[in-house]
């Protein structure tokens, strides 16, 4: 009798020979067809959106307060702006640099999550003690430690590197509709923290208007360290891994023009994101004469507005080729842009309406730039440089979001004004001048 034995599996018989591993010819799960639309697991990509969420939340919660607390502690509206400022700043400078060499020495992307969220803990604990301390270098040195726990690097990288190419910019868009929420909830936040201490009657060194923001934000943070353990799921190593496995075949250029644009759009975004949000409540105090929590209250409900129409556009992201949304939205901007400007109207409520509709549409231009702009980031270059390109690109966001939260402070009405259309029509004129040369890598995935 012959020693061969035919196995019959789903597909052909197979003649198998002695020695032979029947789990080699165990059915195999097909790999989807179409690797442009993969997506990882749900729950893993809604906890990166919860983490950016928290991210910019613990940037801007501090806004509507940031002056009272500098002032208690002896310190002028120039500390209050660097103190805001400070987290995008040094995330930008050293925080990024940090999670990329983590990242570079093989350290799990989850296990640099859980690092990342304790630091931003005991920042925001050290960011509550200030004022039992009495030192303002406290809030420097804590809101220092925040930045530098933020991780933002985080989540567009593992979105460009989880997600396929024809899902990537949907998946951008509600990374940035996120942010955008953020930009809204951080000072409902505000508001809603200083009525609740207000009410309570709740004044001591430990536990007050300025240092809730921190104790709740700490909190937060330990929440989502412990969602972590639980719902996220680290990618494939092959996925998200930024070690080095020896010397390339064929070194690819990671510069070209597509790049260079898209890393403008995406500094210039954040630099008129949060210069809006910083002025907006400046204007709204000094010049229109609201309290911090209707300040507050105010700029919370536009963001609010933004983030829902940027998050439904969303949807309709296939329906445009990325360059041209890019292109579209920064000429609008220029428009919603003018309606900023202070033309002397007679009565308040009709300067806060005009003010309030430019800056509605004016914020929704800028956040569809920024989504475009990262989605774009990971297509134009080769998929080996992907990561490097992310990684730049966040370093550049990060700069700008600090930059300008530090020139929010500084503006009047119409230089405000003038410098959001200058801003808007420079990207516009470089997304125009190179729009042809404006096209996914060949080599992209």
């Known amino acids: ?24 010819f165990t059915p195999r799960r097909s790999e989807p067809a179409d690797d442009h639309g993969r997506m990882p697991a749900r729950a893993s990509l809604w906890m990166v959106y919860y983490q950016i969420f928290l991210v910019v939340v613990n940037t801007v919660v501090v806004i509507p307060t940031a002056d009272e607390y500098a002032r208690s502690l002896g310190a002028g509206e120039a500390f209050s702006g660097i103190s805001v400022a400070l987290p995008p700043l040094f995330q930008g400078l050293a925080g990024v640099p940090l999670n990329y060499y983590m990242l570079r020495r093989g350290i799990p992307l989850k296990a640099v999550l859980i690092l990342m969220t304790a630091g931003s803990v005991v920042g925001n604990v050290l960011y509550a003690l200030a004022g039992l301390t009495r030192s303002k270098w406290s809030i420097l040195g804590a809101r220092a430690i925040i930045g530098l726990c933020g991780c933002e690097l985080v989540g567009p990288l593992y979105i460009a590197s989880t997600v396929g190419l024809r899902r990537r910019t949907r998946c951008m868009h509600t990374f940035g509709s996120c942010i955008s929420i953020a930009f809204a909830v951080g000072p409902l936040l505000a508001g809603l923290l200083e009525t609740f201490v207000k009410q309570l009657r709740i004044e001591n060194l430990v536990l007050d208007s300025d240092t809730l923001p921190g104790w709740f934000m700490a909190l937060l943070w330990f929440s989502f360290m412990v969602k972590l353990f639980f719902f996220f799921e680290n990618p494939a190593p092959e996925q998200v891994s930024l070690e080095q496995q020896g010397e390339p075949v064929e070194e690819e250029r990671l510069a070209n023009c597509s790049l260079l644009v898209c890393l403008f ?8 994101n949060t210069m809006c949000e910083v002025f907006t409540v400046k204007l709204a105090q000094i010049w229109w004469g609201w309290s911090v929590s209707v300040s507050a209250y105010y700029m919370a409900a536009v963001m609010a507005v933004v983030a829902g129409i940027s998050f439904s556009f969303g949807r309709f992201t296939p329906l445009m080729e990325d360059r041209k949304g890019l292109l579209i939205w920064s000429m609008l901007g220029v428009l919603f842009s003018l309606l900023l400007f202070d033309y002397g109207y007679s009565r308040r409520w009709i300067a806060v309406a005009a003010f309030t509709v430019g800056l509605l549409f004016y914020q929704c231009a800028v956040c569809i730039i920024k989504s475009y702009a990262k989605a774009m980031v990971s297509k134009v270059v080769p998929a080996g440089k992907k990561e490097v390109a992310s990684t730049i690109s966040l370093l550049l966001l990060l700069l700008g979001r600090g930059g300008g939260t530090m020139l929010g402070a500084l503006f009047i009405p119409n230089t405000f004004a003038g410098a959001q259309v200058a801003l808007l029509f420079a990207t516009s004129v470089v997304i125009g001048g190179t729009y042809s040369k404006l096209l996914n890598h060949a080599k992209a995935s």
């Open 265 to 272: 759009a995406i500094f210039a975004a954040p630099l008129a």
């Open 1 to 24: 009798m012959s020693s061969t034995a035919v196995v019959y599996t789903d597909t052909l018989p197979t003649q198998l020979g002695a020695g032979t591993n029947l789990q080699d």
